[in-house]
């Protein structure tokens, strides 16, 4: 078993257009929820969303690009130049032959589908450009970005809904700690801020119209973001060996079903995912300093994770911190978990806990220290990053201070 | 048909019930209907009526929109119908 390492970050989200503004962002308790601009957005009864602002494509992509890639495909490749340049990794050779992408996204490319029903079925038109499908599919992404960085061994988009980041990590995880790679480009992204997008949402009834505010007794839903976080996760050996920069260890992970309800939460479940990730890491929970919650804002997700975290941890969970950045950058769906693990980065290398901004009242269901409303320096030595997806998915991934 | 038994015929539906078994004093819980059971009542309800129900699934209490009987959800609608005038 080799020893996995983290020697490259890359983002965009609402917070920052890469690494650095994001972790200044959550250091100074930033909100990037705001009201959303997009077509027809007066149209939409839920109008606010971390949306990306500042991102032109024209002029950042050519136009042959610009046929081919959707928004989330943008945000990835934004994001894994920043990852993959931090790294100094250069794929060629054997490396190039064995390192690959994993990536996770819930919708792919979304607005690709808005546009183009909005075209045949709104405006009446009987023609779409040859290149929609090739735009929107789900492995538009990984693809793109394998082309780029020639990432020539195994590559594949995973979707699990709001989980879909956090499985995608843990299978690259479990590639490097294997040794069938040397090097994984891993992460995800997802760009559903688009009139469909919401819409859809918005039929569920989920949804706040006001702010994000996890774990406070008044919340009153969740509210969407969108980006992307990509990580090059490495071979220990083989990073020490070129002397990389090391932001963090990976050192477990895990992966549960509920098995029950479509959407509504399971204890069990999330609890089962917690435990295995540290068994899987040889950790104890007292070890544990952190944990970047999944934290949705939304009424049912925050009783039952903060009850799943007691019974992971049982006292120990009243010393440790929880907190949900979910109330800065919005709920990223398929990209949340990682642009969540910069916060368990920032935990381990910096020894900044991110707050979980909005929170106003506290509620006795959700009686943990989520850190509220403003970051705290503190040291710490294990975090974990959990992620519960519709569906009952869910997968929690364990990382290490180095 | 009237409104009230617009409605009944709805959560009977929903609850796959006869429209006989539901009565203007039956909760929702009565009729067994869970809380996706409600969100798709409620879109059912907006559907029929063509008008726009505030309701929000994770508050259900503090909504301006009371679910807690036939009785009160017709006279929601019956309120929202005179609003849109």
């Known amino acids: 078993m080799k020893r996995v390492v983290i020697t490259g970050a890359g983002t965009i989200n609402a917070l920052g257009l890469n690494v650095a503004d994001t972790m200044a962002a959550m250091r100074e308790g930033v909100c990037g929820i705001g009201q959303l601009k997009f077509r027809d957005v007066e149209r939409l009864s839920i109008q606010i969303g971390g949306q990306v602002q500042d991102f032109p494509p024209e002029g950042r992509y050519n136009r042959q690009q610009l046929s081919l890639y959707d928004r989330f495909t943008q945000f990835t490749l934004a994001a894994a130049d920043e990852a993959i340049r931090q790294s100094g990794l250069i794929f060629s050779g054997e490396l190039s032959a064995k390192s690959g992408v994993v990536l996770g996204t819930a919708g792919g490319g979304v607005s690709t589908w808005d546009d183009n029903y909005r075209a045949v079925y709104e405006e009446g038109k009987n023609r779409v450009h040859p290149f929609v499908v090739p735009k929107l599919m789900n492995n538009a992404a990984a693809s793109h970005l394998s082309k780029e960085y020639n990432l020539k061994g195994p590559s594949f988009t995973v979707s699990t809904a709001c989980a879909s980041s956090n499985h995608a990590m843990a299978q690259a995880f479990a590639m490097v700690r294997s040794g069938m790679a040397p090097a994984m480009v891993t992460g995800g992204s997802e760009s559903m801020l688009c009139f469909g997008g919401v819409k859809a949402w918005e039929g569920l009834r989920v949804m706040s119209r006001d702010a994000c505010r996890p774990f406070s ?10 980006g992307a976080g990509i990580f090059v996760f490495e071979d220990y050996d083989h990073a020490r060996g070129r002397g990389a920069d090391i932001l963090c260890e990976v050192v477990g992970f895990a992966m549960t079903s509920d098995a029950s309800d479509i959407v509504t939460p399971s204890k069990s479940g999330a609890a089962r995912a917690m435990a295995g990730a540290l068994a899987d890491a040889r950790i104890n929970p007292d070890q544990v300093g952190y944990i970047n919650a999944h934290g949705t804002g939304t009424a049912a997700n925050d009783k039952t994770e903060c009850a799943a975290v007691a019974d992971v941890f049982g006292p120990h969970a009243d010393r440790l911190m929880i907190s949900s950045t979910k109330s800065m950058h919005g709920h990223l769906i398929g990209g949340t978990g990682a642009v969540e693990l910069l916060a368990c980065i920032m935990a381990l290398r910096d020894g900044v806990i991110a707050p979980t901004i909005g929170y106003q009242e506290p509620d006795p269901e959700c009686a943990l220290d989520v850190v509220p409303n403003e970051a705290r320096d503190a040291r ?4 974990l990053s959990n992620a519960f997806a519709f569906g009952g998915m869910n997968a929690v991934i364990a990382m290490r201070a180095v | 048909m009237s409104i009230q038994d617009q409605v009944i015929a709805i959560l009977a539906d929903q609850a796959v019930l006869e429209p006989a078994d539901v009565s203007m ?27 726009s129900v505030p309701f929000n699934a994770n508050q259900p209490d503090a909504s301006d929109f009371d679910i807690s009987s036939v009785a009160s959800i017709v006279a929601g609608i019956e309120r929202l119908k005179a609003e849109q005038g």
């Open chain 1, 217 to 226: 007794a008044n919340r009153n839903g969740m509210v969407q973001g969108e």
């Open chain 2, 25 to 51: 004093t039956s909760t929702l819980e009565d009729l067994g209907i869970d809380s996706m059971g409600v969100v798709e009542s409620i879109f059912a309800i907006e559907e029929t009526f063509d008008i």
């Open chain 1, 380 to 383: 710490v030595t294990y975090a």
